[in-house]
């Protein structure tokens, strides 16, 4: 039937067909099961389902009357047109519709968003260095995150951190009506700083008061990376001084060589007049006399 193959859905009855050709001897194990549940034969690809991010909102509400009250809204997903943590009333825009899906793309599955993913990307964009701090990633349930009173951002069971700011502003967000992204990040991350600046002063009276009392803490960092560098600096001072001396070395002995040469190349090259006036000079040199023997005397 055209281009699409049905003879994987037709293995059982094919086994069936050996069978009674006397082909096999008897019919395989698995014949049962794929009779009495054979393989879907649906021919529809059905496109995979969204994902659509909620965004809970309290919105502040005119009646007819004039009166006002706070009402929740969902504000939906309005990252394919424009981000509502840079334009609050992007998803009132007339007109704004989503982008639409290449064909090439249209059965791939859809990518997974969550409100805090575009939290946490404004936020570690402006602060990098947070990433660097340690962080327990061991959780009981993966929901813990909701067993927490976020109306402020320290907590009993988790220390500070880039995560707090994060689900400290997605609260501030779901509670206080009115309130911008971009407002509630800020809020959150003041909270952040005045509490790392009171854990900070905290550390440095206890250190204070148990120095008073005379405990040793040891080398502090500073001093333990100044101890390091130096190391690293006498290292690399002996590893100068021993290349300053071998280039000296090479320096003399390139030196020596080319003596040498220059004056074996003027010995060949020396013109005829030059050379019958070395050989003159040669033999005028004083030869040693030869021992002289006792003359022989006849008895």
Known sequence: MGRYNFSPLRVSQATQNLLTASKIPRLPDWHTVVRETPPSQPLIRTQPLAHPVSRIRLQTVVGPNGEKHVSEVDIGDDSETASVYRDPNAHRKKGSRPKARKPSKLFQPVDIKYEEDELRKEFYRDHPWELARPRVLLE??????????????????????GESVIQRTLHL??????????????????ELYQARLKSHIEAQIAQSEALYVGAHFGLSTIDISADLERKEYEKWETWASSQVDELERRKKEMYTDFAVVKTVSAEEELEPGEEKRMEDLDALEVEEPAPSTPALTAP
């Open 140 to 161: 009981d349930d993966g929901n813990d995150r909701a067993k927490e009173d976020w109306n402020h951002i320290e907590q009993t069971t988790r220390k500070v951190d």
């Open 173 to 190: 967000l779901q509670t206080v009506p009115d309130i911008t992204p971009s407002e509630a990040l800020n809020k959150a991350r003041r």
